[in-house]
C-alpha cells in the first residue's frame, strides 16, 4: 500500500495541472489493467461479491459488458457493477 497522506499532501502543495492530469491518466490505465485481469479470472456464472447500499452483496455474473459486469445477486436482485469492484466469494 502507498502512504496515501504523504500523496495527498503533496498533491495539494505542490501538483501543477498537468501533474494531475497525468495522474489522472495513470489510475484510469491501472484500473482499466485490474478490470482486465478481473474478467480473465472471473468468467460468466461466477460467484462474486460486492460492497453495495452499505452492505457486502453476493450473486453470480450473468454477462460482461465494456466495462461493468451484469450481476444476480443471491436475492434476485440484478446489479450493474463496475469490474474492479467484484471479487471471487
Known amino acids: 500500500m502507498f502512504p496515501v497522506k504523504e500523496i495527498n499532501e503533496m498533491i495539494i502543495s505542490s501538483a501543477s495541472n498537468e501533474d494531475l492530469n497525468a495522474l489522472v ?16 479470472e472471473l468468467g460468466v456464472g461466477s460467484r462474486v461479491k460486492f460492497r453495495g447500499k ?5 450473486g453470480k455474473i ?10 444476480l445477486s443471491d436475492t434476485g436482485q440484478n446489479w ?10
Not at 491518466?25 to 480473465?40: A, D, N, Q, V, Y
Open 25 to 40: 491518466e495513470s489510475i484510469k490505465l491501472r484500473r482499466e489493467i485490474l478490470g482486465h485481469k478481473m474478467k480473465t
Open 62 to 71: 450473468t454477462k460482461y459488458n465494456r466495462k461493468t459486469a451484469s450481476v
Open 54 to 58: 452499505g452492505m457486502d452483496i453476493f
Open 80 to 89: 450493474r457493477v463496475s469490474i474492479t469492484l467484484l471479487s471471487a466469494a
